[in-house]
């Protein structure tokens, strides 16, 4: 029997990979829903090519959404949707029963204590679907979470790895755009360049295996081969190696359980060159050690770190504030108190709109700010 797949974001670029796979194995996997945010003709294209429902979030709303997942009787959800719109649907899904193949960061840094309840209530899993946390948790399923006493995540280290403090103050937008092995949305491509991305893969980290922040560590691989590692109780490390594709990871997901032979090509590890390792440069970009912080002081911090990032992020692209703008934008909205618990959906909004508010209010202070 076919695995049926709900497929949100499928205009974007997981959404895209998904159903490249899909298309690819059609006799184990079918397509039983469609959503994006507001391409209405390339949804009724892609519903039509895989005779399925969909919707479009611009013009169904919120409860549109909530209705296809509901009604889908998909056995897995893949949420590729981009940003804390990807909240919301990861709890329908969780609340349906349905397993959730996870690529929205947002659902675990803004609402960890909350998924994590509802998928339990729910009978439901959560598959990770990003490169790096499908390493740990294949790793973690053949070694034992319970044999692991580290976890240390790779980093392309972005385009501007090797650039001065003052090279970094003159990044532009089209040079942040151009990262050097993974081809993504402009968000996370920005976030890969200022490390802040890493940074809120090590919060997700944190929470998807219950590992301390002090139990984690971030690496510079360039070549993105090795995808994570763990370190065993014995001081051993374990690493996932493949080709920096995120098809495999998404297939992992879409299989889960099974580990099944598929169409991917294989990594040949004689033809691959040289693997390079070195620290990040955390005073170069700080919104690594940043995050680390906010996974440490737990509370609403990681929620204000993400919105205030979008936000700065989105500035950043708009051309409204220089590349290490982005940090200070964060940094500054940080600090203010977020020590509160929000406990809701609505408290957890409330707390990203606030943060937002602060991260356009700090960008308004920036020399050449908004006014």
Same mark, same amino acid.
């Given at each position: 029997?076919?695995?049926?797949?709900?497929?949100?974001?499928?205009?974007?670029?997981?959404?895209?990979?998904?159903?490249?796979?899909?298309?690819?194995?059609?006799?184990?996997?079918?397509?039983?829903?469609?959503?994006?945010?507001?391409?209405?003709?390339?949804?009724?294209?892609?519903?039509?090519?895989?005779?399925?429902?969909?919707?479009?979030?611009?013009?169904?709303?919120?409860?549109?959404?909530?209705?296809?997942?509901?009604?889908?009787?998909?056995?897995?959800?893949?949420?590729?949707?981009?940003?804390?719109?990807?909240?919301?649907?990861?709890?329908?899904?969780?609340?349906?029963?349905?397993?959730?193949?996870?690529?929205?960061?947002?659902?675990?840094?803004?609402?960890?204590?909350?998924?994590?309840?509802?998928?339990?209530?729910?009978?439901?899993?959560?598959?990770?679907?990003?490169?790096?946390?499908?390493?740990?948790?294949?790793?973690?399923?053949?070694?034992?979470?319970?044999?692991?006493?580290?976890?240390?995540?790779?980093?392309?280290?972005?385009?501007?790895?090797?650039?001065?403090?003052?090279?970094?103050?003159?990044?532009?937008?089209?040079?942040?755009?151009?990262?050097?092995?993974?081809?993504?949305?402009?968000?996370?491509?920005?976030?890969?360049?200022?490390?802040?991305?890493?940074?809120?893969?090590?919060?997700?980290?944190?929470?998807?295996?219950?590992?301390?922040?002090?139990?984690?560590?971030?690496?510079?691989?360039?070549?993105?081969?090795?995808?994570?590692?763990?370190?065993?109780?014995?001081?051993?490390?374990?690493?996932?190696?493949?080709?920096?594709?995120?098809?495999?990871?998404?297939?992992?997901?879409?299989?889960?359980?099974?580990?099944?032979?598929?169409?991917?090509?294989? =990594?040949?590890?004689?033809? &691959? +060159?040289? !693997?390079?390792? *070195?620290?990040?440069?955390? /005073?170069?970009?700080? @919104?690594?050690?940043?995050?680390?912080?906010?996974?440490?002081?737990?509370?609403?911090?990681?929620?204000?770190?993400?919105?205030?990032?979008?936000?700065?992020?989105?500035? =950043?692209?708009?051309?409204? &504030? +220089?590349? !290490?703008?982005? *940090?200070?934008?964060?940094? /500054?909205?940080?600090? @203010?108190?977020?020590?509160?618990?929000?406990?809701?959906?609505?408290?957890?909004?409330?707390?990203?709109?606030?943060?937002?508010?602060?991260?356009?209010?700090?960008?308004?202070?920036?020399?050449?700010?908004?006014?």
């Amino acid at each position: 029997m076919k695995k049926k797949i709900l497929v949100l974001g499928c205009t974007g670029s997981i959404g895209r990979q998904t159903l490249d796979i899909i298309r690819k194995m059609d006799s184990r996997f079918e397509v039983c829903g469609l959503s994006a945010g507001s391409n209405e003709e390339k949804v009724a294209e892609l519903c039509s090519e895989f005779n399925c429902p969909g919707t479009v979030f611009s013009r169904d709303g919120i409860e549109g959404l909530e209705a296809l997942i509901k009604n889908s009787g998909a056995d897995i959800a893949v949420n590729g949707i981009a940003g804390a719109a990807g909240l919301k649907p990861s709890i329908f899904v969780l609340e349906s029963g349905i397993d959730l193949a996870l690529a929205n960061k947002e659902t675990v840094v803004m609402a960890w204590v909350l998924v994590k309840e509802t998928a339990k209530k729910h009978n439901a899993n959560i598959i990770p679907v990003d490169s790096e946390h499908s390493a740990i948790f294949n790793l973690t399923e053949k070694i034992g979470i319970e044999n692991i006493s580290e976890l240390i995540i790779t980093a392309s280290g972005g385009p501007f790895r090797t650039l001065s403090d003052d090279e970094l103050e003159k990044v532009s937008v089209e040079d942040a755009l151009k990262h050097p092995t993974w081809s993504m949305g402009q968000k996370i491509t920005i976030d890969s360049a200022t490390l802040a991305n890493k940074g809120l893969e090590v919060i997700e980290a944190c929470r998807l295996f219950d590992f301390p922040p002090e139990h984690v560590s971030v690496v510079v691989h360039p070549q993105s081969l090795i995808h994570s590692l763990v370190r065993t109780k014995d001081g051993i490390l374990y690493a996932q190696i493949s080709n920096p594709d995120m098809r495999h990871p998404i297939f992992g997901a879409l299989a889960w359980p099974e580990n099944s032979q598929n169409y991917l090509e294989k =990594f040949d590890l004689s033809a &691959c +060159g040289e !693997m390079t390792f *070195s620290p990040p440069r955390f /005073s170069s970009f700080p @919104l690594l050690k940043t995050a680390f912080d906010c996974a440490k002081k737990g509370a609403s911090y990681t929620i204000a770190f993400n919105a205030a990032n979008e936000a700065a992020v989105q500035a =950043f692209l708009d051309k409204k &504030c +220089g590349f !290490m703008d982005i *940090s200070r934008i964060v940094i /500054s909205t940080l600090s @203010l108190d977020w020590s509160f618990q929000a406990a809701s959906i609505d408290e957890i909004l409330e707390a990203d709109r606030k943060a937002r508010l602060e991260a356009e209010r700090q960008l308004s202070m920036l020399p050449g700010g908004i006014h």
